[in-house]
């Protein structure tokens, strides 16, 4: 499965052959064709594990805290170490370019995929707004759209270029940046909360020239 998903997020799902999956794992085909019918049923397994995967480590990672500010930030680093230390990220945004019109099953469950990010982030903005963190004048469903699209701009520039884009401290910005607006002075006497440590930005690799 791990063999799939790395060929899947680096050759797409229409370059990658069952021969290619085999040969990298070791492999024979018919060790393949023994667990999955065809190369369609590998992809939507290894998508379905993956996606599962990021969905529970969000949930685990931001249920506990009340403080809407810090649930974003939070979001923002587990969305980090998925698209830096593995492949499982990239796996999903280039399916998800490639799928649009090739794959009506696939896109239609990456679709899901993001309604269901979009709605976690709209029940944030909502509860930050509710504790009177967050200004009431912003649309929680726009709001969620922003951070969304955002954060997978971001990641699709660090899969393009990974030795010169800085993910990190692009992710750290935004977020700040993002807090910023959502709790602009004047709407509900709300300020920017400060940085805090364990922040992407320590934990980024050196810019290369």
Not at 27 to 39: Q, R, S
Not at 50 to 75: C, H, I, K, N, Y
Not at 93 to 103: G, I, Y
Not at 108 to 125: N, W
Request: proline share 3%; net charge positive.
């Amino acid at each position: 499965m791990d063999i799939a998903i790395d060929c899947f997020a680096r050759y797409g799902f229409q370059a990658t052959s069952i021969d290619r999956i085999a040969k990298a794992a070791g492999v024979t085909k018919g060790a393949l064709y023994y667990h999955f019918a065809d190369k369609e049923e590998l992809l939507f397994a290894a998508v379905k594990q993956r996606v599962g995967q990021f969905e529970r480590r969000v949930v685990t990672d931001l249920t506990p805290t009340s403080d809407a500010s810090e649930a974003l930030r939070q979001l923002s680093r587990v969305c980090f170490e998925h698209a830096t230390k593995s492949n499982h990220r990239r796996l999903i945004v280039t399916l998800m370019v490639e799928t649009l019109d090739s794959n009506p099953r696939l896109a239609a469950q990456f679709r899901e995929m993001m309604e269901r990010f979009r709605g976690f982030l709209r029940d944030i903005i909502r509860h930050g707004q509710e504790r009177g963190q967050f200004r009431a004048d912003v649309a929680p469903a726009i709001a969620a759209e922003v951070y969304a699209g955002a954060v997978m701009g971001a990641e699709i520039q660090y899969y393009q270029d990974p030795k010169r884009f800085d993910l990190a401290t692009t992710l750290e910005t935004f977020v700040e940046q993002y807090i910023g607006w959502l709790t602009a002075a004047g709407h509900n006497g709300a300020r920017t909360a400060p940085a805090k440590a364990g922040s992407l930005a320590a934990r980024r690799r050196p810019r290369r020239n």
